[in-house]
Structures are given as structure tokens and as C-alpha cells.
């Protein structure tokens, strides 16, 4: 089987998007960054870092999994 490389676009820094999201979704939702980790079972410093160092700080999927919970929206709204 021949393979060959597809030319594909790749988000540079897709955790900065993901970061974006949350804190957007978050607002519309009316929750604080306190009751997000709270809800979610991390800590504040956490979440304020997941928001504020714009992808720096990553996380595993089945933490993104709860906080799509906790704000009420699809895993893919994080990702657009």
C-alpha cells in the first residue's frame, strides 16, 4: 500500500482556541471560574490558567468532556 502526505491545515495552537471557548461559554452561562472548578473538580487556579494563558496550560479530553458538561455545549463548540 503506497502512502502519501496529505496537505492538511492544522490550528497552530488549538488550545488557544479551546481557552477562548471555555471563557466564552462560561460567560454566557453565568458561571464563575470558581464554581466551573468547582463543578468540574479542579481547582480555580486551574480554570483561571486554562482561560488567562491563552494554551499554555492544557488539559486531558475527559476534563474537557466535564466542562463541556457543566457549560451545556457540544465538545466541538470548544474547537471552533
Known amino acids: 500500500m503506497t502512502t502519501f502526505k496529505r496537505d492538511l491545515k492544522f490550528e497552530d495552537n488549538i488550545m488557544s ?7 466564552k461559554y462560561r460567560k454566557i452561562a453565568g458561571i464563575t471560574q470558581e ?4 463543578d468540574v473538580g479542579k481547582s480555580y487556579d486551574f480554570i483561571r490558567r486554562i482561560e488567562y494563558k491563552k494554551g499554555a496550560v ?7 468532556y466535564k466542562i463541556s458538561v457543566v457549560l ?9
Do not use: H, P
Not at 482556541?17 to 471563557?23: A, G, L, Q, W
Open 35 to 38: 464554581q466551573l472548578a468547582v
Open 17 to 23: 482556541k479551546v481557552s477562548e471557548n471555555i471563557r
Open 58 to 64: 492544557g488539559c486531558s479530553v475527559d476534563t474537557l
Open 72 to 80: 451545556c455545549v457540544t465538545m466541538d463548540k470548544l474547537f471552533e
